[in-house]
């Protein structure tokens, strides 16, 4: 599942075999001894990363980065292809003129990954970690919090793109035995020059890869995001079909009846209450063909920086004014105001509408709590109702097309909401008990402006 192979010299060509290979997802923290064997693992990690079009950031020193290119260069790689490896100086990356400063390196990594943080990108990262001479009982807290917040970047990653792999590098001469505990503890795997096998300190509630039904458990996972996708691909252009044709039409029977509606001015009461049923049949008609257009976008082009906790609350105004005299409060919860995403204001209001408006529909009488919480590099949102669940039959059907539980509906609003939060670089998830109600779950990466 995850393995170590080595540069073989094959006569006077250097042979690159595959680097760190992961499955899935795979935070390793390697400790080496030999400089020379750092080398070689550097420069077949990076070979793999260029081979399968990674997203590809190097942190180390300068002269590292010089033999790694050089190794590239004897084996084939030109300069074109090494012009995707985005090199940054470990000095100036873990700013060893201060004391180590996780929070400051954090924020250089979010702000590199961030814009290759998509749903098809593989991120792929080498860190050579150094520090200017300081403290121990300052340094090991320092670097313990530096490789926590890398764990749990990385796992927000995974929930964006799926894949990814970070190598953390560490000279075993400068590493206390203290140090290398709490390193163990934050990694998910332990690499050596000559060894590689999981990290058995790991602290997390589920170790990936512990055994063969953990593996199966996540490529099962992973098969079932596949066939989300392209289910979603193959509705979206289904829709763009249905879009066109149910407009074509309209447009012809508006048309028609526009024609009707001004040359006949004897037309009896009873006709006329006809014709208005006709014009608001045909409205309808026209709601579902903009429904199967919203499905069928492929873009989200009018982006700006939203305060997602006031967007919320207009929603809920309007909501409120619309709800026919049902019994049901809601509630605005936020413990930062001012946090701010970055997208389509449009689109992320239609979302919170249908969100709110399914749990509207879900109860006569109850309370409805949309919760705003800030999540490190995230905004989370709860829209959690106090209804009566949504039962195993009906469960396995939310969010399939076509598929609806209401009389009049379509199937496509919640299969919208996933594809809009998708297209955001965010995930939608749902979660029910009979009985005691529904929480759907939005998170979405704020904006610069909101870490």
């Not at 060894?195 to 490529?219: A, D, N, V």
């Not at 709800?323 to 970055?342: E, G, Q, Y």
């Not at 609806?404 to 919208?416: A, E, P, Q």
Request: some cysteine.
């Amino acid at each position: 599942m995850v393995r170590i192979t080595h540069l073989v010299d094959e006569g006077n060509n250097l042979q690159l075999t595959k680097g760190i290979e992961s499955l899935l997802v795979g935070h390793v923290v390697y400790t080496y001894t030999d400089s020379n064997k750092y080398i070689e693992h550097a420069t077949s990690y990076i070979a793999e990363g260029l081979d399968k079009n990674h997203v590809i950031l190097y942190v180390d020193q300068p002269q590292s980065f010089a033999s790694v290119k050089e190794n590239l260069r004897n084996s084939g790689y030109s300069e074109v292809q090494m012009a995707n490896i985005y090199f940054v100086d470990t000095d100036l990356a873990c700013e060893t003129h201060e004391d180590f400063n996780p929070e400051a390196i954090l924020k250089d990594l979010h702000d590199f990954f961030e814009p290759h943080m998509k749903e098809d990108n593989v991120l792929r990262g080498w860190g050579l970690v150094t520090w200017r001479p300081q403290s121990i009982k300052t340094l090991v807290p320092s670097i313990a919090l530096h490789e926590q917040n890398f764990d749990e970047f990385f796992s927000r990653v995974a929930n964006i793109t799926r894949n990814y792999i970070n190598v953390c590098a560490y000279d075993s001469v400068s590493l206390s035995s203290s140090l290398l505990i709490e390193l163990l503890q934050t990694h998910e795997y332990h690499m050596t020059d000559t060894h590689f096998l999981p990290s058995h300190l790991y602290k997390k509630e589920s170790l990936r890869f512990t055994g063969i039904s953990k593996q199966l458990q996540f490529e099962n996972e992973l098969r079932n995001h596949d066939t989300r996708r392209d289910k979603l691909h193959i509705t979206g252009k289904l829709a763009t079909i249905i879009a066109h044709e149910l407009r074509t039409s309209l447009t012809v029977v508006q048309g028609r009846l526009q024609l009707l509606d001004l040359t006949d001015d004897n037309r009896s009461e009873a006709g006329q209450l006809q014709l208005d049923g006709i014009k608001k049949e045909l409205q309808e008609i026209e709601q579902i063909a903009s429904k199967f257009v919203s499905l069928a976008e492929t873009h989200v082009v009018n982006k700006k920086v939203i305060n997602i906790t006031e967007l919320i609350e207009s929603v809920k105004v309007r909501i409120e004014s619309d709800m026919d005299m049902k019994a049901i409060a809601i509630h605005v919860l936020s413990d930062n105001p001012k946090m701010t995403i970055f997208g389509d204001e449009l689109k992320i209001r239609q979302v919170f509408i249908n969100l709110i408006q399914n749990a509207v529909e879900a109860m006569e009488t109850g309370t409805i709590t949309i919760d705003v919480k800030d999540d490190v590099d995230h905004v989370t949102i709860d829209v959690a109702d106090s209804g009566p669940g949504i039962p195993d039959v009906i469960l396995r059907q939310i969010g399939e097309p076509f598929m609806s539980s209401k009389v009049d509906g379509t199937g496509l609003g919640l299969l919208i909401c996933e594809k809009i939060i998708r297209d955001h670089n965010g995930n939608l998830v749902l979660q029910t008990e009979v009985g005691k109600g529904t929480t759907f779950t939005v998170s979405l990466p704020k904006s610069a402006l909101g870490l």
